[in-house]
């Protein structure tokens, strides 16, 4: 259980000697867990700086004292992030701190305390090492996770919208991927689809790359390069492919377990490999169960598509009559367990639901691919109240856009026309339609709970990793219009709504900023 760190002021002696009192509960920061002033002074401290001030109170002491994890960053401003599902937490006068782990290190409300300075005198300052950033108009949220991305698609994105997915697979897909045979052309292509994830706040982002070994081993590379945080899988094909873009059973196996060994070798906790057969139809049993074994033998999180349109599953239904859904063939050859999570599930009946549940599977909503490809609409609803991890996935190409933005803009039309479907009118629509709120929860600790990183990411809880966007909505010529009367819970709606990679003008992976 997380809880968010708090602060409580505890005042028994007069306005000018005031002790405070600051507890700090969260994870794996024993040493964070009390602190206490004793000098304070609030004419001295309204002329000292906010780092004079934090060392004399002795906020965080250890860190100033050469505790094992120096501080090395503190943001002064607004922040947003989510708790639970449905609610945005708002902290206006947050002071957040980052440690040289890039681990939070504490998340303070300075409305909820009695602090003897004045905040208005934080400003930009950098002082024994330690940077300290007063966000002014800006605001920090949690980085996006990403469940679901092709990265060699980015070649052709916005290209060949006018297939359904079985053909758009044969005609631009397969073709496409093909090419990264050639590591030069993988290099390129991996290079700006890394750079384009994360210029649109993707922190996290699972990756499939394509068959081929080297050029998989080049886009985990890129991913290091650029910082990012990333689960990257070589994609794995041995059946129903084109004669130019298909394996043999054992090479795929093969080259699998060289990939994954070459991951681990990297030794980069940003970087992990994933399991990833393309989906049932493109594996035969003996490479899904092969793959199953890997999974097992390197206890390795496992991804892949499932029932994403009706043909496709009445094609895996023809291929394994003797399964009684698409689920039940992943089971069978040991690819559906709690580290396993499938992008789309658009049409998955009550039981085949309830199995996936019962195995622990999460699934990645990909709204914007779902109408692109005229694969249907899923009840995203539905699969949260059964309490199923969910999160939100761009699936680029087959959505066009790598903003998870867009992702949660055309998840929230989906959700408002299953409703309508349902047969819903007007109010009752909308109480059954998904909020931005609720979106935005699935865009950052959703993700981060499908990809079984919750402890680790998805909102600003003490200790967590500080993954993080900063965000300006007043960018000169930018899509959003912000005016001096809107709050700061005003702006993270425009934005949500309206904004776009201009307003991300910081994006941070665990401490470090990268873009
Ligand atoms: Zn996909």
Not at 258 to 275: A, D, G, R
Request: proline letters at 3%.
């Amino acid at each position: 259980m997380m809880f968010l760190s708090r602060i409580i002021a505890v005042g028994k002696h007069s306005a000018s000697a005031r002790k405070l009192a600051v507890f700090s509960i969260g994870t794996g920061l024993a040493g964070l867990a009390s602190f206490y002033g004793g000098k304070e002074d609030v004419a001295e401290a309204k002329s000292a700086s906010l780092l004079e001030w934090l060392k004399e109170v002795g906020v965080n002491r250890s860190y100033f004292e050469g505790g094992k994890n120096p501080l090395k960053k503190i943001y002064y401003g607004p922040v947003l992030h989510s708790l639970k599902f449905g609610e945005v937490t708002k902290v206006e006068k947050a002071l957040l701190g980052v440690d040289d782990q890039g681990k939070i290190a504490f998340f303070l409300d300075t409305d909820a305390a009695d602090v003897p300075f004045d905040l208005s005198l934080v400003e930009n300052e950098v002082q024994d090492d330690i940077t300290v950033v007063s966000l002014g108009r800006r605001f920090l949220i949690p980085g996006f996770v990403d469940g679901h991305a092709h990265a060699p698609q980015h070649a052709f994105t916005g290209t060949g919208l006018d297939l359904p997915l079985l053909q758009w697979l044969m005609k631009y897909t397969f073709p496409a991927e093909s090419k990264f045979a050639d590591v030069d052309h993988a290099r390129e292509v991996y290079t700006k689809a890394v750079r384009s994830h994360l210029k649109n706040g993707s922190t996290t982002v699972s990756y499939f790359a394509t068959i081929h070994v080297e050029a998989s081993k080049e886009l985990a590379r890129i991913v290091e390069e650029m910082g990012q945080r990333a689960y990257v899988g070589k994609v794995n094909m041995d059946r129903n492919s084109p004669d130019f873009y298909i394996e043999g059973t054992q090479e795929s196996l093969q080259g699998t377990l060289e990939f994954v060994e070459f991951i681990k070798s990297m030794n980069n906790p940003l970087v992990t490999p994933v399991i990833t057969p393309r989906f049932v139809p493109s594996c035969t049993g003996a490479l899904m169960h092969g793959l199953g074994l890997i999974a097992r033998g390197f206890d390795l999180p496992i991804q892949s598509h499932m029932s994403e349109m009706v043909p496709e599953c009445e094609w895996v239904h023809s291929l394994h009559p003797d399964c009684v859904n698409y689920s039940a063939v992943y089971d069978k050859y040991g690819l559906f367990t709690e580290k396993t999570y499938m992008a789309h599930c658009v049409h998955c009946d009550s039981a085949e639901r309830n199995f996936v549940l019962n195995k622990g599977v999460g699934i990645v909503h990909c709204p914007l691919s779902n109408f692109s490809l005229a694969s249907g609409i899923c009840n995203v609803r539905e699969w949260v109240e059964e309490g199923h991890k969910v999160g939100l996935g761009t699936d680029v190409s087959g959505g066009y856009s790598p903003s998870m933005l867009s992702a949660i803009r055309h998840a929230r039309i989906a959700s408002i026309e299953i409703a309508r479907n349902q047969g819903h009118e007007g109010e009752k629509v909308m109480d059954k339609a998904l909020t931005f709120d609720e979106l935005f929860y699935l865009a950052t600790l959703g993700g981060a709970q499908v990809l079984g990183l919750s402890d680790k990411i998805g909102n600003f809880d003490v200790g967590k990793e500080f993954d993080a966007l900063v965000i300006d909505t007043e960018i000169e010529d930018g899509p959003i219009h912000a005016f001096k009367s809107d709050s700061v819970r005003g702006r993270f709606e425009k934005f949500l709504a309206l904004g776009d990679d201009r307003n991300i003008v910081e994006v941070h992976v665990c401490g470090r900023q990268c873009l």
